[in-house]
């Protein structure tokens, strides 16, 4: 049962136009979200998250925006960048404190790509 | 500059061997992951440990075990590697909350393991 799934497999963007990867997640429970992102032989970094109480977070060129309602969180990425082509995974946590802290579900991941 | 290294970054074995899968990280973190990256599925958790000799169960803990003797170190075990154990293994750490509070995982560069 994939409790956080990212719908859409690959992306295509042109240079300098936004991007919006999107995440949908079905346990209620989920109270903080996160995104990262990985290049090719290298391990996930972390890009921007969001908590629950909040509907938007802004970090230079990434906003996340949470619809809880909905379930539903998305990624934009203005303007998308060459360097930008990596895949990208939503995560989800709940019960943030104790020993949980840091117990991610991720989505299958969406393969960004920026033509120049 | 905060690191995970994972001893090997590719390894091929062949069916009913052991396997061991090291990971240290120089953080001080007290949680500590593991992950596999498989292609349509994302990354699943396998084991966590959140202090020295704890250890729990992940999502898809089967075929798999750890060991957590010092803090900086968590080691994946497959104690009879079989051929759909083949994946990129990832290893993360971080803290409990109140100590990092963005709630990122630091990852390793992953392991490719081929199982023949």
């Known amino acids: 049962d994939q409790q956080v799934k990212q719908n859409s497999p690959s992306l295509s963007v042109q240079e300098g136009r936004i991007s919006i990867l999107n995440c949908d997640y079905t346990?209620?429970?989920?109270?903080?979200f996160l995104w990262y992102k990985k290049y090719p032989a290298e391990g996930p970094t972390f890009l921007i998250s969001?908590?629950?109480?909040?509907d938007k977070n802004e970090d230079g060129r990434f906003t996340v925006f949470l619809n809880k309602s909905a379930k539903h969180l998305s990624l934009h990425i203005v303007p998308s960048q060459p360097g930008d082509s990596a895949v990208y995974f939503c995560?989800?946590?709940?019960?943030?404190?104790?020993?949980?802290?840091?117990?991610?579900?991720f989505g299958q991941g969406t393969i960004l790509t920026v033509h120049p | 500059d905060v690191k995970v290294t994972q001893s090997s970054r590719y390894l091929v074995k062949r069916t009913g061997e052991k396997v061991f899968l090291e990971c240290v990280q120089d953080m001080d973190h007290e949680n500590m992951f593991w992950y596999r990256q498989d292609p349509g599925l994302g990354l699943r958790l396998i084991y966590f440990s959140y202090d020295v000799k704890m250890k729990e169960k992940g999502d898809i803990p089967e075929g798999y075990s750890v060991s957590r003797e010092k803090k900086e170190r968590f080691s994946l075990i497959l104690e009879s590697a079989s051929t759909n154990q083949t994946s990129m293994y990832l290893c993360a750490s971080t803290n409990p909350a109140g100590r990092s509070n963005t709630g990122e995982l630091f990852f390793g560069e992953g392991s490719r393991l081929t199982v023949l």
């Open positions: 346990n209620s429970m989920f109270d903080y």
């Open positions: 969001i908590s629950s109480i909040k």
């Open positions: 995560a989800a946590s709940y019960g943030a404190g104790g020993t949980s802290y840091g117990k991610l579900t």
